[in-house]
Protein backbone atom coordinates (compact mmCIF):
# COMPACT_ATOMS: atom_id res chain seq x y z
CA UNK A 1 0.00 0.00 0.00
CA UNK A 2 1.54 3.51 -0.87
CA UNK A 3 1.47 6.18 1.45
CA UNK A 4 -1.19 8.12 -0.68
CA UNK A 5 -3.78 5.46 0.20
CA UNK A 6 -3.06 5.44 3.44
CA UNK A 7 -2.87 8.77 4.38
CA UNK A 8 -6.23 9.29 2.17
CA UNK A 9 -7.40 6.07 4.54
CA UNK A 10 -6.49 8.07 7.85
CA UNK A 11 -7.81 11.37 7.01
CA UNK A 12 -10.85 9.75 5.88
CA UNK A 13 -11.75 8.02 8.55
CA UNK A 14 -10.89 10.49 11.09
CA UNK A 15 -12.96 13.06 9.45
CA UNK A 16 -15.97 10.75 9.78
CA UNK A 17 -15.02 9.43 13.27
CA UNK A 18 -15.36 13.18 14.79
CA UNK A 19 -18.55 14.24 12.05
CA UNK A 20 -16.79 16.93 10.18
CA UNK A 21 -18.28 15.73 7.54
CA UNK A 22 -20.98 12.98 6.02
CA UNK A 23 -19.33 10.79 3.61
CA UNK A 24 -15.85 10.66 1.92
CA UNK A 25 -16.12 10.59 -1.49
CA UNK A 26 -12.92 8.65 -3.17
CA UNK A 27 -11.51 6.16 -5.63
CA UNK A 28 -12.00 2.58 -4.52
CA UNK A 29 -10.32 -0.89 -6.53
CA UNK A 30 -12.60 -1.59 -9.63
CA UNK A 31 -13.10 -5.16 -10.81
CA UNK A 32 -10.47 -5.11 -13.25
CA UNK A 33 -6.83 -4.43 -13.09
CA UNK A 34 -6.24 -0.84 -14.42
CA UNK A 35 -9.22 0.45 -13.09
CA UNK A 36 -10.67 2.51 -10.17
CA UNK A 37 -14.05 3.27 -9.04
CA UNK A 38 -15.68 6.22 -7.31
CA UNK A 39 -16.80 5.43 -4.40
CA UNK A 40 -18.34 6.82 -1.53
CA UNK A 41 -17.70 5.94 2.64
CA UNK A 42 -20.00 6.64 5.15
CA UNK A 43 -18.34 5.05 8.02
CA UNK A 44 -14.79 4.83 8.55
CA UNK A 45 -14.88 1.07 8.10
CA UNK A 46 -15.86 2.14 4.41
CA UNK A 47 -13.19 4.58 4.10
CA UNK A 48 -10.34 1.34 4.30
CA UNK A 49 -11.91 0.48 1.04
CA UNK A 50 -9.93 3.85 -0.84
CA UNK A 51 -7.14 3.38 -2.59
CA UNK A 52 -4.77 6.37 -4.83
CA UNK A 53 -2.77 4.53 -7.72
CA UNK A 54 -2.22 6.13 -11.23
CA UNK A 55 -5.62 5.06 -12.52
CA UNK A 56 -7.68 7.29 -10.85
CA UNK A 57 -8.60 8.81 -13.68
CA UNK A 58 -12.23 10.05 -13.44
CA UNK A 59 -13.06 13.56 -11.93
CA UNK A 60 -14.71 13.45 -8.20
CA UNK A 61 -15.68 17.35 -8.71
CA UNK A 62 -18.61 15.52 -11.02
CA UNK A 63 -20.68 13.68 -7.69
CA UNK A 64 -20.80 16.96 -5.84
CA UNK A 65 -23.00 18.95 -7.85
CA UNK A 66 -26.19 20.41 -5.83
CA UNK A 67 -25.32 17.91 -2.74
CA UNK A 68 -26.46 18.93 0.66
CA UNK A 69 -24.73 17.04 2.62
CA UNK A 70 -20.99 17.74 4.11
CA UNK A 71 -18.60 16.04 1.61
CA UNK A 72 -14.81 15.41 2.27
CA UNK A 73 -13.18 14.82 -1.33
CA UNK A 74 -10.56 13.36 -2.40
CA UNK A 75 -9.37 16.00 -5.06
CA UNK A 76 -5.73 16.48 -7.60
CA UNK A 77 -4.90 18.80 -9.19
CA UNK A 78 -7.75 18.81 -11.90
CA UNK A 79 -10.34 17.45 -9.53
CA UNK A 80 -9.37 20.96 -7.07
CA UNK A 81 -9.83 23.04 -10.29
CA UNK A 82 -13.55 21.64 -11.09
CA UNK A 83 -14.47 22.18 -7.25
CA UNK A 84 -13.54 25.91 -7.90
CA UNK A 85 -15.62 26.40 -11.22
CA UNK A 86 -18.57 24.66 -8.77
CA UNK A 87 -18.07 27.18 -5.93
CA UNK A 88 -17.91 29.81 -8.31
CA UNK A 89 -21.32 28.62 -10.23
CA UNK A 90 -22.82 28.03 -6.95
CA UNK A 91 -23.08 24.25 -7.31
CA UNK A 92 -21.82 24.10 -3.67
CA UNK A 93 -20.69 26.20 -0.78
CA UNK A 94 -16.96 26.25 0.03
CA UNK A 95 -17.43 25.36 3.37
CA UNK A 96 -19.83 22.32 2.77
CA UNK A 97 -16.17 20.64 1.29
CA UNK A 98 -13.50 19.51 2.85
CA UNK A 99 -10.86 18.88 -0.03
CA UNK A 100 -8.57 15.96 0.70
CA UNK A 101 -5.91 17.48 -1.71
CA UNK A 102 -3.45 14.92 -3.69
CA UNK A 103 -0.73 16.30 -5.32
CA UNK A 104 -0.31 14.33 -8.37
CA UNK A 105 2.05 12.98 -10.67
CA UNK A 106 -0.06 12.08 -13.43
CA UNK A 107 -2.45 9.41 -14.91
CA UNK A 108 -1.46 6.76 -16.89
CA UNK A 109 -3.36 6.21 -20.27
CA UNK A 110 -4.65 2.89 -20.00
CA UNK A 111 -4.94 2.65 -23.69
CA UNK A 112 -1.46 2.63 -24.34
CA UNK A 113 -0.39 0.20 -21.65
CA UNK A 114 -3.21 -2.17 -23.04
CA UNK A 115 -1.75 -2.48 -26.43
CA UNK A 116 1.30 -3.50 -25.16
CA UNK A 117 0.25 -6.72 -24.39
CA UNK A 118 -1.09 -9.31 -27.04
CA UNK A 119 -3.39 -10.71 -24.40
CA UNK A 120 -5.47 -8.95 -21.65
CA UNK A 121 -3.46 -7.84 -18.75
CA UNK A 122 -4.20 -9.74 -15.64
CA UNK A 123 -2.12 -7.63 -12.69
CA UNK A 124 -1.22 -4.18 -12.64
CA UNK A 125 1.61 -3.22 -9.85
CA UNK A 126 2.94 0.21 -9.03
CA UNK A 127 6.11 0.87 -7.22
CA UNK A 128 6.99 4.62 -6.99
CA UNK A 129 7.41 5.67 -10.66
CA UNK A 130 7.64 2.57 -12.22
CA UNK A 131 5.14 -0.38 -13.01
CA UNK A 132 4.18 -3.74 -13.65
CA UNK A 133 1.96 -4.86 -15.91
CA UNK A 134 1.33 -9.27 -16.43
CA UNK A 135 -0.68 -11.03 -18.65
CA UNK A 136 -1.08 -14.57 -20.59
CA UNK A 137 2.74 -15.38 -20.36
CA UNK A 138 3.99 -11.53 -20.54
CA UNK A 139 5.46 -9.24 -18.28
CA UNK A 140 6.85 -5.65 -19.27
CA UNK A 141 8.18 -3.14 -16.63
CA UNK A 142 7.46 0.43 -17.66
CA UNK A 143 8.51 3.83 -16.66
CA UNK A 144 4.95 5.92 -15.54
CA UNK A 145 6.52 8.97 -16.93
CA UNK A 146 6.39 7.57 -20.37
CA UNK A 147 3.20 6.07 -20.20
CA UNK A 148 1.73 9.07 -18.92
CA UNK A 149 -2.37 10.68 -20.27
CA UNK A 150 -1.91 13.04 -23.06
CA UNK A 151 -3.44 15.86 -20.46
CA UNK A 152 -1.29 14.79 -17.98
CA UNK A 153 1.76 15.27 -19.83
CA UNK A 154 0.88 18.79 -20.08
CA UNK A 155 -0.38 18.95 -16.99
CA UNK A 156 0.74 22.65 -15.06
CA UNK A 157 -1.54 22.35 -12.31
CA UNK A 158 -0.35 18.78 -10.66
CA UNK A 159 -0.58 20.43 -7.05
CA UNK A 160 -4.75 21.05 -5.70
CA UNK A 161 -5.62 24.38 -6.00
CA UNK A 162 -7.39 24.50 -2.54
CA UNK A 163 -7.27 22.06 -0.24
CA UNK A 164 -8.35 22.23 3.39
CA UNK A 165 -5.48 18.67 3.83
CA UNK A 166 -2.99 17.45 2.33
CA UNK A 167 -2.47 13.24 1.38
CA UNK A 168 1.48 14.26 0.64
CA UNK A 169 4.08 16.83 0.08
CA UNK A 170 3.46 19.11 -2.59
CA UNK A 171 4.58 17.68 -6.37
CA UNK A 172 7.21 19.69 -8.77
CA UNK A 173 5.03 21.37 -11.06
CA UNK A 174 5.98 20.86 -14.90
CA UNK A 175 6.93 23.47 -17.05
CA UNK A 176 5.69 22.99 -20.08
CA UNK A 177 7.18 25.46 -23.37
CA UNK A 178 4.01 24.75 -25.87
CA UNK A 179 1.08 23.47 -24.01
CA UNK A 180 -1.07 24.07 -27.65
CA UNK A 181 1.49 21.75 -29.75
CA UNK A 182 -1.58 19.44 -30.16
CA UNK A 183 -4.64 22.07 -31.34
CA UNK A 184 -1.73 24.00 -33.26
CA UNK A 185 -1.45 20.72 -35.47
CA UNK A 186 -5.15 20.35 -35.94
CA UNK A 187 -5.03 23.79 -36.93
CA UNK A 188 -1.80 23.37 -39.77
CA UNK A 189 -4.09 21.39 -41.78
CA UNK A 190 -6.28 22.25 -44.48
CA UNK A 191 -10.23 23.25 -43.70
CA UNK A 192 -11.06 19.86 -45.80
CA UNK A 193 -8.10 17.87 -44.09
CA UNK A 194 -9.49 18.98 -40.18
CA UNK A 195 -13.08 18.22 -41.55
CA UNK A 196 -12.39 14.42 -42.41
CA UNK A 197 -10.01 14.37 -39.29
CA UNK A 198 -12.99 15.32 -36.87
CA UNK A 199 -15.12 12.64 -39.13
CA UNK A 200 -12.92 10.03 -38.51
CA UNK A 201 -12.22 10.79 -34.62
CA UNK A 202 -16.37 10.80 -34.63
CA UNK A 203 -17.10 7.97 -36.68
CA UNK A 204 -17.09 5.34 -33.62
CA UNK A 205 -19.25 7.45 -31.31
CA UNK A 206 -22.49 5.36 -30.26
CA UNK A 207 -24.06 8.58 -28.51
CA UNK A 208 -23.97 7.01 -25.24
CA UNK A 209 -23.13 10.34 -23.76
CA UNK A 210 -20.70 9.22 -21.17
CA UNK A 211 -18.42 12.04 -21.70
CA UNK A 212 -21.26 14.47 -20.92
CA UNK A 213 -22.17 12.29 -17.63
CA UNK A 214 -18.47 11.62 -16.81
CA UNK A 215 -18.07 15.55 -16.74
CA UNK A 216 -17.85 17.81 -13.92
CA UNK A 217 -19.10 20.86 -16.35
CA UNK A 218 -22.29 19.04 -17.49
CA UNK A 219 -25.35 19.76 -15.24
CA UNK A 220 -27.92 21.28 -16.66
CA UNK A 221 -31.27 19.80 -15.47
CA UNK A 222 -32.03 19.12 -18.63
CA UNK A 223 -29.40 18.90 -21.38
CA UNK A 224 -30.16 20.20 -24.93
CA UNK A 225 -29.93 16.71 -26.31
CA UNK A 226 -32.72 16.07 -24.50
CA UNK A 227 -34.82 18.90 -25.39
CA UNK A 228 -37.89 18.10 -27.65
CA UNK A 229 -39.44 21.97 -27.62
CA UNK A 230 -37.69 22.75 -30.02
CA UNK A 231 -35.65 19.47 -30.90
CA UNK A 232 -31.86 20.87 -31.39
CA UNK A 233 -30.37 17.95 -32.20
CA UNK A 234 -31.68 14.52 -33.88
CA UNK A 235 -31.62 11.64 -31.25
CA UNK A 236 -29.87 8.99 -34.01
CA UNK A 237 -26.75 7.84 -35.32
CA UNK A 238 -26.96 10.24 -37.79
CA UNK A 239 -23.45 12.10 -38.80
CA UNK A 240 -24.38 15.63 -38.66
CA UNK A 241 -25.64 14.92 -35.31
CA UNK A 242 -22.69 13.64 -33.41
CA UNK A 243 -21.06 16.32 -34.71
CA UNK A 244 -23.72 19.11 -33.77
CA UNK A 245 -23.82 16.94 -30.09
CA UNK A 246 -19.83 17.27 -29.60
CA UNK A 247 -19.75 20.66 -30.80
CA UNK A 248 -22.44 21.88 -28.11
CA UNK A 249 -21.32 19.71 -25.57
CA UNK A 250 -17.54 21.00 -26.08
CA UNK A 251 -19.02 24.77 -26.16
CA UNK A 252 -21.08 24.19 -23.13
CA UNK A 253 -17.47 23.70 -21.45
CA UNK A 254 -16.40 27.00 -22.99
CA UNK A 255 -14.39 28.48 -20.16
CA UNK A 256 -14.48 26.16 -17.65
CA UNK A 257 -12.71 23.14 -19.11
CA UNK A 258 -10.17 22.22 -16.94
CA UNK A 259 -9.09 19.35 -19.22
CA UNK A 260 -9.31 16.71 -16.72
CA UNK A 261 -9.18 14.16 -19.30
CA UNK A 262 -12.90 12.62 -17.61
CA UNK A 263 -14.21 12.65 -21.04
CA UNK A 264 -11.81 10.24 -22.78
CA UNK A 265 -11.73 8.02 -19.82
CA UNK A 266 -15.58 7.37 -20.16
CA UNK A 267 -15.63 6.51 -23.26
CA UNK A 268 -16.13 3.43 -24.17
CA UNK A 269 -14.81 3.85 -27.56
CA UNK A 270 -12.38 5.75 -26.98
CA UNK A 271 -12.78 8.49 -28.72
CA UNK A 272 -10.25 11.10 -28.48
CA UNK A 273 -13.12 14.09 -27.66
CA UNK A 274 -10.30 16.00 -26.27
CA UNK A 275 -9.61 17.47 -29.63
CA UNK A 276 -13.00 19.57 -29.15
CA UNK A 277 -12.47 21.03 -26.19
CA UNK A 278 -8.80 21.76 -26.24
CA UNK A 279 -9.62 24.14 -28.75
CA UNK A 280 -11.48 26.25 -26.10
CA UNK A 281 -8.97 25.83 -23.72
CA UNK A 282 -6.46 27.21 -26.10
CA UNK A 283 -8.48 30.40 -27.35
CA UNK A 284 -9.98 30.94 -23.86
CA UNK A 285 -6.25 31.22 -22.79
CA UNK A 286 -4.76 33.15 -25.50
CA UNK A 287 -7.88 35.56 -26.15
CA UNK A 288 -8.78 36.20 -22.43
CA UNK A 289 -5.76 35.10 -20.60
CA UNK A 290 -8.03 32.49 -18.33
CA UNK A 291 -7.66 29.67 -17.01
CA UNK A 292 -10.08 27.49 -15.24
CA UNK A 293 -10.84 26.64 -11.57
CA UNK A 294 -7.38 28.75 -10.66
CA UNK A 295 -9.23 31.41 -8.17
CA UNK A 296 -12.37 32.30 -7.01
CA UNK A 297 -11.44 36.23 -7.77
CA UNK A 298 -12.35 36.43 -11.56
CA UNK A 299 -15.47 35.67 -13.37
CA UNK A 300 -14.87 33.17 -16.04
CA UNK A 301 -14.87 35.01 -19.54
CA UNK A 302 -18.10 34.19 -20.83
CA UNK A 303 -19.74 35.58 -17.77
CA UNK A 304 -18.07 39.05 -18.47
CA UNK A 305 -16.62 41.48 -21.27
CA UNK A 306 -14.57 44.43 -21.73
CA UNK A 307 -15.95 46.74 -23.96
CA UNK A 308 -12.35 47.23 -25.94
CA UNK A 309 -12.66 43.11 -26.94
CA UNK A 310 -11.33 42.80 -30.00
CA UNK A 311 -14.35 43.46 -32.91
CA UNK A 312 -12.16 42.65 -36.16
CA UNK A 313 -14.38 39.93 -37.21
CA UNK A 314 -16.86 41.77 -37.09
CA UNK A 315 -18.34 44.09 -40.18
CA UNK B 1 -33.32 26.32 -63.85
CA UNK B 2 -31.89 23.60 -61.77
CA UNK B 3 -29.58 25.18 -59.78
CA UNK B 4 -30.15 25.34 -56.23
CA UNK B 5 -30.97 29.09 -54.67
CA UNK B 6 -28.49 30.43 -51.67
CA UNK B 7 -30.31 30.63 -48.29
CA UNK B 8 -28.91 32.63 -45.63
CA UNK B 9 -30.44 33.18 -42.26
CA UNK B 10 -30.04 36.30 -40.85
CA UNK B 11 -30.75 36.42 -36.74
CA UNK B 12 -31.34 40.36 -36.29
CA UNK B 13 -31.71 41.93 -33.31
CA UNK B 14 -34.89 43.98 -32.68
CA UNK B 15 -33.74 46.95 -32.04
CA UNK B 16 -31.01 48.26 -34.21
CA UNK B 17 -30.53 46.19 -37.19
CA UNK B 18 -33.77 44.79 -37.80
CA UNK B 19 -34.84 48.27 -38.00
CA UNK B 20 -32.11 48.50 -40.13
CA UNK B 21 -33.19 45.88 -42.68
CA UNK B 22 -37.07 47.89 -42.01
CA UNK B 23 -35.96 50.78 -43.28
CA UNK B 24 -33.67 49.43 -46.39
CA UNK B 25 -37.32 48.64 -47.62
CA UNK B 26 -39.06 51.21 -47.00
CA UNK B 27 -35.67 53.05 -48.85
CA UNK B 28 -36.13 50.69 -51.86
CA UNK B 29 -32.96 50.00 -51.25
CA UNK B 30 -31.44 47.08 -53.64
CA UNK B 31 -30.11 43.79 -51.21
CA UNK B 32 -29.70 39.87 -52.12
CA UNK B 33 -33.13 38.39 -51.93
CA UNK B 34 -31.03 35.04 -50.50
CA UNK B 35 -31.69 36.49 -46.85
CA UNK B 36 -34.49 35.32 -44.48
CA UNK B 37 -34.73 37.14 -41.55
CA UNK B 38 -35.42 36.00 -38.32
CA UNK B 39 -35.93 38.89 -35.10
CA UNK B 40 -34.54 37.86 -32.02
CA UNK B 41 -34.39 40.30 -28.73
CA UNK B 42 -30.46 40.89 -28.77
CA UNK B 43 -27.87 39.34 -30.38
CA UNK B 44 -27.34 37.97 -27.26
CA UNK B 45 -29.74 36.01 -27.45
CA UNK B 46 -28.47 34.17 -30.56
CA UNK B 47 -26.85 30.73 -29.11
CA UNK B 48 -24.58 28.76 -31.14
CA UNK B 49 -27.47 25.27 -30.90
CA UNK B 50 -29.79 28.05 -33.23
CA UNK B 51 -26.91 28.26 -35.88
CA UNK B 52 -26.42 24.58 -35.92
CA UNK B 53 -29.85 23.80 -36.24
CA UNK B 54 -30.07 26.27 -39.05
CA UNK B 55 -27.06 24.53 -41.26
CA UNK B 56 -28.84 21.36 -40.28
CA UNK B 57 -31.86 22.57 -41.88
CA UNK B 58 -30.04 23.08 -44.62
CA UNK B 59 -28.72 26.66 -44.80
CA UNK B 60 -25.86 27.83 -46.59
CA UNK B 61 -25.05 30.84 -44.33
CA UNK B 62 -25.33 32.40 -40.97
CA UNK B 63 -25.17 36.10 -40.64
CA UNK B 64 -25.58 37.66 -37.04
CA UNK B 65 -26.27 41.28 -36.43
CA UNK B 66 -26.86 43.39 -33.24
CA UNK B 67 -26.31 46.63 -31.89
CA UNK B 68 -23.09 48.52 -32.08
CA UNK B 69 -20.89 48.19 -28.93
CA UNK B 70 -22.37 50.71 -26.42
CA UNK B 71 -25.72 51.21 -28.10
CA UNK B 72 -27.38 47.69 -26.76
CA UNK B 73 -30.78 48.08 -25.82
CA UNK B 74 -30.15 45.83 -23.19
CA UNK B 75 -27.10 47.81 -22.09
CA UNK B 76 -24.91 45.10 -22.27
CA UNK B 77 -26.30 41.89 -24.24
CA UNK B 78 -24.12 42.24 -27.53
CA UNK B 79 -20.56 42.13 -25.33
CA UNK B 80 -21.11 39.06 -24.15
CA UNK B 81 -22.32 38.16 -27.69
CA UNK B 82 -19.17 39.19 -29.47
CA UNK B 83 -17.28 37.14 -26.38
CA UNK B 84 -19.63 33.62 -27.72
CA UNK B 85 -19.21 34.46 -30.94
CA UNK B 86 -15.46 34.37 -31.30
CA UNK B 87 -15.15 30.86 -29.16
CA UNK B 88 -17.92 29.70 -31.68
CA UNK B 89 -16.67 30.50 -34.48
CA UNK B 90 -13.07 29.59 -34.21
CA UNK B 91 -14.19 26.31 -33.31
CA UNK B 92 -16.59 25.85 -35.87
CA UNK B 93 -13.93 26.90 -38.41
CA UNK B 94 -11.17 24.37 -35.89
CA UNK B 95 -13.63 21.64 -37.00
CA UNK B 96 -13.58 22.29 -41.14
CA UNK B 97 -16.49 24.43 -41.39
CA UNK B 98 -15.68 27.63 -43.87
CA UNK B 99 -15.18 30.72 -42.35
CA UNK B 100 -17.29 32.15 -44.85
CA UNK B 101 -20.06 30.63 -43.94
CA UNK B 102 -20.76 32.72 -40.62
CA UNK B 103 -20.84 36.85 -40.38
CA UNK B 104 -21.40 39.16 -37.82
CA UNK B 105 -21.83 42.72 -37.70
CA UNK B 106 -23.25 45.79 -35.82
CA UNK B 107 -25.37 47.63 -37.63
CA UNK B 108 -28.10 50.18 -36.23
CA UNK B 109 -31.43 51.31 -36.97
CA UNK B 110 -30.24 54.09 -39.19
CA UNK B 111 -27.34 52.53 -41.33
CA UNK B 112 -29.58 51.09 -44.16
CA UNK B 113 -27.09 51.90 -46.37
CA UNK B 114 -24.82 49.97 -44.33
CA UNK B 115 -27.17 47.18 -44.15
CA UNK B 116 -27.53 46.78 -47.60
CA UNK B 117 -24.15 46.93 -47.97
CA UNK B 118 -23.46 44.12 -46.08
CA UNK B 119 -26.06 41.82 -47.21
CA UNK B 120 -24.30 42.19 -50.36
CA UNK B 121 -21.04 41.29 -49.08
CA UNK B 122 -22.51 38.49 -47.19
CA UNK B 123 -24.49 37.23 -49.72
CA UNK B 124 -21.25 37.71 -52.20
CA UNK B 125 -18.61 35.53 -49.82
CA UNK B 126 -21.72 32.66 -49.34
CA UNK B 127 -22.50 32.65 -53.34
CA UNK B 128 -19.25 32.11 -53.75
CA UNK B 129 -18.78 29.47 -51.96
CA UNK B 130 -21.60 27.44 -53.33
CA UNK B 131 -23.90 25.27 -51.66
CA UNK B 132 -23.14 24.24 -47.84
CA UNK B 133 -22.46 20.25 -47.59
CA UNK B 134 -21.32 20.46 -44.12
CA UNK B 135 -23.41 20.01 -40.84
CA UNK B 136 -26.70 19.44 -43.22
CA UNK B 137 -28.97 16.65 -42.13
CA UNK B 138 -29.17 14.86 -45.32
CA UNK B 139 -32.83 12.53 -45.54
CA UNK B 140 -32.59 9.15 -44.89
Known amino acids: ?315 | MAEKRIKIVAFLCNWCSYGAADLAGVSRMQYPADIRIIRVPCSGRVEPRMILAAFREGVDGVWVSGCHPGECHYLEGNYYARRKFVLMANLLSHMGLDKGRIHFSWISSAEATKFARVAREVAHEIVSLGPNEKLVKKAG
Open chain 1, 1 to 315: MNNYTKNIRKISSNLLEDGRVDLVLGFKRGTLPMASVPGIARTPEEAQGFVWDTNCRLNLANYITDQKEKIGIIAKGCDSRNIVNHIMENKIPRDQVYIIGVPCTGMVDKNRIRALLDDEIKEFKEEGEVILIRGAGQERVLDKEAYLRDNCKICTHRNPVIHDDLVGALVKEQKIEDPFRDVAAIEAMEGEERWNHFEGLLSNCIRCYACRNACPLCYCPACFVDESKPQWIGKGQDPTDIRTFHFLRAYHCAGRCTDCGACEEACPMDIQVRDFTRKLVKDSFEIYGWEPGLTLDRRPPLETFKPEDSDKFIK
